[in-house]
């Protein structure tokens, strides 16, 4: 996504330099556009090292790009911090008479600013007066901290800690993402309507193989995609069945249909396919389960075998539900087919690599690549992704973002398939 990171000429300053960072680590491409007092804080060789991009502060640089207009025109998030009083009154009064002001007065984007200053020039009622103004407008204004300011002096007008804002931004882009924003803020109506009364099927989950009524094999999936697609797919319009082995809360307006193996799962998905617009599989299925069920609990000292022997488990091979969803789909081309690939990379490749070999093994039309691991996607809020669609190269990155951030795409890439026809 787009940021310009507005800062004006505050102490605080300083502790920008750290939302930079993780603005640019969340995988953002950021825009620093400091005020000429800010400047005095922190230099612009900081702000150019940091975001990677040369920084300016007046109108007048790389004219003929007119970045004083398109800088706001493209960016998906505008955040100004620190928002001095001098810079919450030039704004509120809309003048243009730096960069920075250029920008608020051209964004169409969600606008947020972390005012900082001396408590009694937060607690003036003229800093009041303009704060109330631009949150009427709808800028997302975040509270001063309370604690240490510059000096010894204590009170309101610190400015939150780099972590709280990051969080502010993540959660405002998601915001713009779920209203339908594309993303230069302008909203894509193709987007938006796609799914609107479609009948969409997602699975979610790791499946549990048993082998006895305590034991089954299992894996590290959470779910939390599948439900994050299943709760998207829900707000955008869509009539939406999730079948599940996870055991999550079922989103708002979701049928949920649990299942526990992979082949309850089949049966379930071959079953709500027919007749479905499009199909998801974002369980991660077993692709093996124990050839044999024990009605009763295996004992540690199991039948015909010494007291310290283990037992041995053979395991047989599950139908890959997503390879027979395409197969049975014949040549309607309907419903369009999503899948997931779970991958860590191997000898023989690389995640995308490996990704694109499933793509045309699977022959589904959107293939979601994974990178997993024990510290990566399972069970975490965010995850990264890059979706392949049969038939081009194209590759779209996505994340690290939220689960829900990372299901608005696919259902964007989804929606442009549908488009497609
Ligand atoms: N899948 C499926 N049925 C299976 C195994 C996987 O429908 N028995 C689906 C998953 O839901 C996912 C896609 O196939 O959408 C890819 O799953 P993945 O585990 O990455 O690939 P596998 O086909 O199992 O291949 P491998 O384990 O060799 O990478």
């Known amino acids: 996504m787009r940021v310009v990171l507005g800062v004006a000429g505050g102490i605080a300053a300083y502790k920008v330099c750290a939302l930079l960072r993780l603005l640019t680590e969340g995988g953002h491409d950021v825009t620093v556009v400091p005020t000429a007092a800010a400047l005095k804080f922190v230099g612009a060789p900081t702000w150019a090292a940091l975001s990677?991009?040369?920084?300016?502060?007046?109108?007048?640089?790389?004219?003929?790009?007119v970045p004083h207009v398109r800088l706001g025109q493209q960016a998906d998030l505008v955040i100004v911090a620190p928002a001095t009083a001098d810079l919450l009154a030039r704004a509120a009064t809309g003048q243009a008479d730096?960069?920075?002001?250029?920008?608020?007065?051209?964004?169409?984007?969600?606008?947020?600013?972390?005012?900082?200053?001396?408590?009694?020039?937060?607690?003036?009622?003229a800093t009041q007066a303009n704060v109330a103004t631009l949150s009427e407008r709808g800028v997302h204004i975040v509270p001063p901290a309370s604690g240490r300011l510059t000096g010894a002096d204590t009170g309101p007008g610190r400015l939150p800690e780099p972590e709280d804002l990051y969080a502010v931004c993540v959660r405002e882009l998601g915001r713009a993402a779920r209203a339908g924003a594309a993303p230069h803020g302008i909203p894509d109506p193709a987007v938006t309507t796609a799914l609107t009364g479609r009948r969409v099927v997602v699975s979610a989950g790791g499946t549990r193989e048993p082998l006895d009524p305590v034991r089954y094999l299992g894996n590290r999936s959470s779910g939390k995609q599948g439900y994050a697609l299943a709760?998207?797919?829900?707000?955008?319009?869509?009539?939406?069945?999730?079948?599940?082995s996870a055991t999550l809360a079922a989103p708002e307006g979701v049928r949920v249909v649990p299942v526990e193996t992979a082949l309850e799962m089949r049966t379930v998905m071959l079953a709500e396919a027919a007749g479905a617009d499009v199909v998801v599989m974002a369980a991660a299925v077993a692709d093996f389960?124990?050839?044999?069920?024990?009605?009763?609990?295996?004992?540690?000292s199991h039948e015909g075998a010494g007291d310290d022997s283990a037992p041995v488990v053979e395991l047989v091979r599950n139908p890959d539900i997503l390879?027979?969803?395409?197969?049975?789909?014949?040549?309607?081309?309907?419903?369009?087919?999503?899948?997931?690939?779970?991958?860590?990379?191997?000898?023989?490749?690389?995640?995308?690599?490996?990704?694109?070999?499933?793509?045309?093994?699977?022959?589904?039309?959107?293939?979601?690549?994974?990178?997993?691991?024990?510290?990566?996607?399972?069970?975490?809020?965010?995850?990264?992704?890059?979706?392949?669609?049969?038939?081009?190269?194209?590759?779209?990155?996505?994340?690290?973002?939220?689960?829900?951030?990372?299901?608005?795409?696919?259902?964007?890439?989804?929606?442009?398939?549908?488009?497609?026809?």
């Open 231 to 244: 709760a998207v797919a829900a707000r955008l319009g869509a009539e939406v069945t999730l079948v599940s």
């Open 289 to 300: 389960r124990p050839a044999n069920y024990t009605e009763h609990k295996i004992k540690k």
């Open 52 to 65: 990677g991009k040369p920084v300016h502060t007046e109108v007048w640089s790389d004219i003929t790009e």
């Open 98 to 125: 730096d960069l920075l002001t250029n920008v608020l007065l051209t964004a169409r984007c969600p606008v947020v600013m972390a005012p900082a200053m001396h408590t009694e020039m937060w607690e003036h009622p």
């Open 323 to 421: 390879a027979e969803l395409v197969r049975t789909r014949r040549d309607t081309e309907r419903p369009v087919i999503v899948g997931f690939a779970a991958e860590t990379g191997d000898a023989s490749g690389g995640v995308l690599d490996l990704g694109r070999a499933k793509l045309a093994r699977k022959g589904c039309d959107l293939l979601v690549v994974n990178e997993v691991g024990p510290d990566k996607t399972f069970g975490r809020e965010d995850n990264t992704v890059h979706i392949l669609r049969r038939g081009t190269d194209d590759v779209i990155d996505v994340g690290p973002a939220s689960k829900s951030v990372v299901a608005e795409e696919i259902w964007a890439a989804v929606a442009h398939v549908l488009a497609r026809g």
